[in-house]
């Protein structure tokens, strides 16, 4: 994505504040929270989605994880989750698909995480600023790349604290 990016500010619940900040400011006001996304994609088989984040990423370039990224002012969690998921995979699924399996709190971001079933093989098209490469993996691979050091480091806490509940969630349906 390029341009400049404004997140709404929410306060631990989540809620709006009426704020809005500017994407790369410095003095991100403490005790508040902008909101992130990220979608499990899984296919009939089993296997589920990851990317590769891009090598010109300044956190964290070359490491795994699921598609996501921040929601946009205005924008609410799914509608986020579905657009970082066409702008990053070109793999679109509709806002009512998606399946909210949980919400982990970080520093100053809360992750929704969202689990979608789809159909076939859906053709995966990376945005090459975003995303280095994509694939389909098994959980063991997941756990795999997680163990080895390969998933970007905030999805260690992340997966730790909401992989059983997604891990359940992505059972083929």
Do not use: N
């Amino acid at each position: 994505m390029t341009g400049v990016e404004w997140w709404d500010v929410l306060d631990e619940a989540g809620k709006p504040t009426g704020e809005a900040f500017r994407r790369g400011t410095p003095g991100w006001p403490a005790g508040r929270f902008h909101l992130i996304v990220a979608t499990c994609v899984v296919r009939a088989d089993g296997s589920v989605l990851l990317t590769r984040r891009a090598v010109t990423k300044s956190e964290f370039p070359l490491a795994w994880e699921f598609p996501g990224g921040s929601a946009l002012a205005g924008e609410s969690s799914r509608r986020a989750a579905q657009r970082e998921l066409r702008e990053e995979t070109g793999v679109e699924v509709a806002e009512d698909e998606l399946e909210l399996v949980g919400r982990f709190r970080e520093q100053s971001a809360l992750l929704d995480m969202y689990v979608v079933a789809v159909q076939g093989v859906p053709v995966v098209t990376v945005d090459e600023a975003e995303v280095d490469d994509a694939a389909w993996v098994t959980w063991d691979d997941v756990g795999a790349r997680l163990g080895a050091g390969r998933m970007a480091e905030p999805w260690v806490d992340r997966l730790h604290a909401l992989g059983p509940g997604l891990r359940s969630a992505a059972v083929p349906r």
